[in-house]
């Protein structure tokens, strides 16, 4: 998907993009506090089609290691090939946390039943305690980050690993179970709705006040 950014100066680019993303994530936490705190009260949903139907494995590795590789990807594939779109990058990923924490302070629920714990993985307990929750379910982050790289990012190869990446992670978090179906299909559909919302709306506007202020 061709994304063409509007013209923005250089300052604000980086600037805007840095702290909204560090007030996204500042947003998530807090909301994932609270759906956590929410979530332990509700039972988890007695019925879900898919999770009956696939097995139930030990992938934590896949949760916590391979998010952070995805993680390593997009850093590294940024810098390298991306760094003139970089704070629009930047800038999509925070708008996508902003929407996620909202989803999540709608829907707060229980766990799936059989989910494994992480606790206990370094990287977890160092950092990914601060960034997801057990019951931040609705929508997947696993699901949505990667895939909102291969909406964004420009490179062909890029966009194939982001999609390989969106597709493992959706896969294993739902066999730990620490995701309903619900969960991971709509991280697809409200992902892209976000980029072609963001697209049709955000970016005309913000275009012609750029232009209106030369």
Known sequence: MNIRPPHIPL???????LAA????????HLLGVYVDRVGARSPSLPEDLLLDFLPHWDLRVVFVWGFAAFLAFAIAGGVIFERRRAPYILWLY???????GLFLMLTPMGQPSGALPVEGYTLFDAV????????DLFFS????MPFLGF?????KGLRIGFLLFSFALAAGVLVCRYHYSVD???AYFITYAVVKAHQG????LWSRWTLAQR
């Open 11 to 17: 300052w604000l680019k980086w600037g805007g993009s």
């Open 21 to 28: 993303f560090a007030g996204a994530l500042r947003l998530n």
């Open 94 to 100: 925070a708008v996508l946390i902003l929407v996620r």
């Open 128 to 135: 990914g305690g601060y960034l997801t929750f057990k019951h």
């Open 141 to 144: 982050a696993h699901a949505s």
């Open 151 to 155: 909406l964004v990012f420009e490179r």
């Open 184 to 186: 991971i299909a709509a």
């Open 201 to 204: 709306l955000v970016e005309p």
